[in-house]
C-alpha cells in the first residue's frame, strides 16, 4: 500500500465473515479506497444459493455482510455466476440486487469456467451459453436501465445477443485466453474476450465467426 498506493486491488471473497460487523468496521477503518470485494450471490432465493454453495444459512450471511460492508464506505462488486442453477432466475436475481444493493459499484455476469470442481458436477451446472442468452440479456438490460454498472466475463460476442455486446468485457487474462479455429475468420475477434483455455474442454456448440 505505501509502495503503489494508486494499484487497485480486487478480492474476491464470499462476504460471510463481514455479517459481523466489528468486521466490516475494522476493514473500513483502514480507509483502503483502492480495494474492490468481489462476492457471489447465485440466487435471490436463500435455499438456491445455499444450496449451490453447499453452506446452511450461507445466504443471509453474504446478504448482511454486504450491508455491512456498504455501511463502512467498502467499494463492492456482485459476482453472478452463469450456470445451469442461476439462469432460470436471472431477471428475478438482477431485481433483488437492485432493490437490496442499489450501492455497489459493478455487477458482473460470470461465464462458467470448466475447472475445479466443474468437470465433476458438470451435468448439474452446464448450459449452453447460447440456451440462455436471452435471460441474460434481460437482466443486463434491466441493471443498466437502472443506473447500474453491469459486464458480461467469459463470454464470447457470438453467443450474446447484439445489443448487449457493449457489456462484454474482454476478462480473461492472455495466458489463460485461446480462441477457436471457427474464430480466425471472425470480423469481431479483436473485440471478443475468447476462451479459457480449460473451456475449450467443453465449448459451447454455436461458436460461429461474425463475418460483417
Not at 461465464?111 to 466443474?118: M, V
Amino acid at each position: 500500500g505505501k509502495e503503489l498506493p494508486n494499484t487497485e486491488i480486487h478480492l474476491l471473497t464470499n462476504g460471510r465473515t463481514f455479517a459481523w460487523y466489528e468486521v466490516a468496521e475494522r476493514l473500513g477503518s483502514l480507509g483502503l479506497k483502492q480495494l474492490m470485494l468481489g462476492i457471489p450471490i447465485y440466487s435471490d432465493y436463500y435455499q438456491m444459493h445455499d444450496y449451490i454453495v453447499q453452506a446452511e444459512n450461507a445466504f443471509y450471511q453474504t446478504i448482511l455482510g454486504v450491508q455491512n460492508l456498504n455501511r463502512y464506505g467498502q467499494r463492492i462488486e456482485i459476482r453472478v455466476v452463469l450456470h445451469k442453477q442461476t439462469v432460470p432466475r436471472l431477471k428475478k436475481l438482477a431485481e433483488y440486487l437492485y432493490r437490496n444493493m442499489p450501492y455497489v459499484e459493478h455487477i458482473t455476469f460470470m461465464g462458467l469456467e470448466y475447472i475445479g470442481y466443474t468437470p465433476h458436477n458438470i451435468n448439474e451446472l452446464w448450459i449452453d451459453p447460447y440456451d440462455y442468452q436471452e435471460e441474460l440479456a434481460e437482466a443486463v438490460e434491466y441493471l443498466e436501465k437502472k443506473g447500474m454498472l453491469v459486464s458480461i466475463y467469459n463470454t464470447p460476442l457470438c453467443l450474446l445477443p447484439e445489443r448487449v455486446w457493449g457489456h462484454a468485457r474482454k476478462s480473461i487474462s492472455d495466458w489463460k485466453n485461446e480462441f477457436m479455429d471457427e474464430c480466425k475468420s471472425c470480423s469481431k475477434i479483436d473485440d471478443c474476450g475468447g476462451f479459457f483455455k480449460w473451456n475449450l474442454k467443453k465449448p459451447s456448440e454455436h461458436i460461429k465467426a461474425i463475418l460483417n
